[in-house]
């Protein structure tokens, strides 16, 4: 919300000099936020001046322009740049005649954008000045011609200030409306709370306008609402005015154009602009019909199967059964609470008007906005919450508007329907506003605020009763109350006490693990990223499942994209997702990874049966399970992903792209980290490279799988045909990692190396052997690594040749020649017996 300072201190008073950094810091002590400051950007010299001749001069160009001969201070007195009474100005418009007096922005001045002014030669003379149109002075989106004062109704002297004319020195402060205050969408609201905050005195707009008697013969309206919503009658008070023989031509005095600019709202015509600034200044959204075009009366009800409205922006809506209209005999002309129908627009051919001031119901409006994508100002409010008992007042104070301005007459009376139930008192309990904020408020402190924002309080037997004003419909409870009176009596009364944690708690072992795993992983150059948990069903199945067979997924009622209704089963989809986006952006590079939750539900089962209990106690452990069980599981999974260069191109090297090799490191660093002994085991998996595939296991329990993109899924992303990848389930490598790391001491005694050759089947795996190998040799086998796999001459057919580096070391004694050799044998027998491996010759 903007709120003019000018048309703010019509209502509060304001101590001479106020700012609108003082106005802010006042509204922020009682709760509303500030946002920005809004100005017309421009300064003086800007006066008015008054057209003494001008000649036409045609030129090569096509183009012809004007040199004036304009008065721009009194005779005998200097002008306001300190030069000479009369300047010669060329001017491109030509709607202004000789004696027109006009606004001319001398040399120094400032105009919006900002574009400086000075004296410039062009077109063969020197412009001392430019004569300004609405738009150069951010009056309006109007530029077809200079803007003529007695266009605008406005006389003045010449040489007077223009800018302080027609409102140009007035600034705006911004403050963001939360949805529960709504009330602070008026000059009004603002004004009242301004007067919270400082303690001025407030005038109440509303009371100042009396409410014309709605007793005699007035416009005929019905509500009939057969269908309300949560049993609420959509529109429960409906005010109407009739004014008439007004003269919509006439223009929109510069004060309120002003106004309007700088509260956010376009400047229309004279009687949109009358309708709007009612809106802004009590807070009730104001409808204006063209009464010669209305047929009959007014009939306020839902709208029917196959009714359409073209609304006041041209566009024809088919409306639902749930839109609340306003009709009259031929069908809908209004959209209720959201916008008119163009059948009655206002228009340069209005002579009567019928002013309308409703209160609709908030959730109706709110579906109606979201149904037909038609946000509104009108709107905006209603969605808060309006006022009920202001709407006769509103359409008074448009009425007498239009009398003022558009020369209209208003009827004697109106009409009024005004069905609002009395609202309830709120029971306050002694001690409640203290026990709940912390603060000893006296009984006059918690009294008087309560009284401030214009509740009606009653002392009652343990307490007080209080009925909320009505226009805050947001004070619904007790709570509410005790908010209101911390929020004006002032939040700094509330004490800032750290709370101290209770010994013996803190992260949990897992929660430990993971920040470690986190930080090794960064640590180690990749980058954690964020993705979005949204997939597709084939997309679980590919990477949610080992063989690419459909899997269970969970499906979200309403999805915020309707492509991917489904929760992940794996992090893959995300992290390619950001490769594909990286990419494309020119990042060839890329080493990132993520921990997340992924949904595994199990096939056939259904979850979220358990009835949710109500929130005003807590539940019983049994209801806890109930809905415990009704959640599908939710493990933390940890992937990576890395594509392009692992090592980049440099004087004297080559690049190395990533490969395998490059995310099983990253995978031996997070395993690391969790403290797991991990073991890499030749596997495969439906979205990895077949034999660039990696089982990953800890304590013998497979945990995850790394590998190889398979070049067909890579290439359907956009990826390049490499990209190495690798997902473990984090929280079943956390349980299965041992809960200490015991230090292996380093052996002091001389070491025996030597090498072992076995010949196996071709697609045996050498890491099952390099196992068993170590499983056979036993203790004094200190360190195994394979070193060559051959595939030749010399090893026949399907096999192949894997040769192994073995160090053995004994902590107590110098190993024999004869002992490491005996090792070696009784590892390679074991070899030989799983998996028929053979020492070469």
Known sequence: MRVPLSWLAEYVELVPGTTPEDVHAALVKVGLEEEDVHTFELSGPIVVGEVLEFVEEPQSNGKTIRWCRVRVAPDGEQAADGGDAVHGIVCGARNFLVGDKVVVTLPGAVLPGPFPIAARKTYGHVSDGMIASARELGLGEDHDGILRLSTIGVDAPVGADAIALLGLNDAAVEINVTPDRGYAFSIRGVAREYAHATGARFRDPVLQSSPADASGE???????????????????????????????TRPSPPWMVARLKLAGIRSVSLLVDITNYVM?????????????????????????????????????????????????????????GVMGGADTEMGEQTRNVLVEAANWDPVSVARTVRRHKLPSEAAKRYERGVDPDIAAAAVTRVAQLMEDL????????????????????????????????????????????????GADVTEVDGGLAVVPPTWRPDLTGKADLAEEVARLVGYHRIPSILPVAPPGRGLTRSQRIRRRVADALAAAGSTEVLAFPFVTAEENATYGSVDGSPVASVKLANALDASTPFLRRSLLPGLIGVARRNLSRGLTDLDVFEIGTVFTPESGRAYGAAELPPG??????????????????????VALLRLGDQVAKQPGHAPRATGIADVLDGVRVLALAAGAELEVVQGRHHALHPGRTAELRVAGEVVGYAGELHPTLAEDSDLPRVVAVAELDLDRVIALAQPGVE?????????????????????????????????????????????????????????KSLTFALRFRASDRTLTAAEASEAKLAGSALAAARFGAAIRE
């Open 218 to 248: 007035a416009f005929p309206v019905e509500i009939r609402d057969e269908a309300p919503i949560r049993g609420r009658v959509g529109s429960a008070v409906f005010a109407t005015r009739i004014v008439r023989d007004v003269d919509p």
């Open 280 to 336: 802004l200044e009590f807070g009730q959204p104001i409808h204006g019909y063209d009464l010669d075009l209305v047929r009959g009366g007014l009939v306020v009800r839902r709208a029917e199967a196959g009714e359409t409205l073209t609304t006041l922006d041209g566009k024809e809506r088919e409306l639902h059964p749930e839109d609340l209209v306003v009709t009259d005999d031929r069908g809908p002309i209004g959209l209720g």
């Open 406 to 453: 558009a020369g209209g007459t208003a009827d004697a009376t109106g009409s009024l329907i005004q069905e609002t139930p009395a609202r309830d008192a709120i029971r306050l309990p002694d001690g409640f506003v203290s026990g709940l904020t912390g603060v000893d408020y006296t009984a006059e402190e918690i009294r008087g605020a309560l009284a401030e924002i």
């Open 616 to 637: 005003a106690a807590r539940p019983e452990p049994a209801t806890l399970e109930a809905l415990d069980d009704g959640i599908p599981p939710q493990p933390r999974h």
């Open 743 to 799: 230090a292996t001491p380093i052996g002091t005694f001389p070491a025996a190396t030597q090498d072992l050759s076995l010949v196996v089947a071709e697609g045996t795996p050498a890491g099952e052997v390099a196992a068993a190998v170590r499983e056979g040799a036993g203790e004094l086998l200190e360190h195994v690594a394979i070193v060559d796999d051959y595939r030749g001459s010399g090893v026949g057919a399907g096999s």
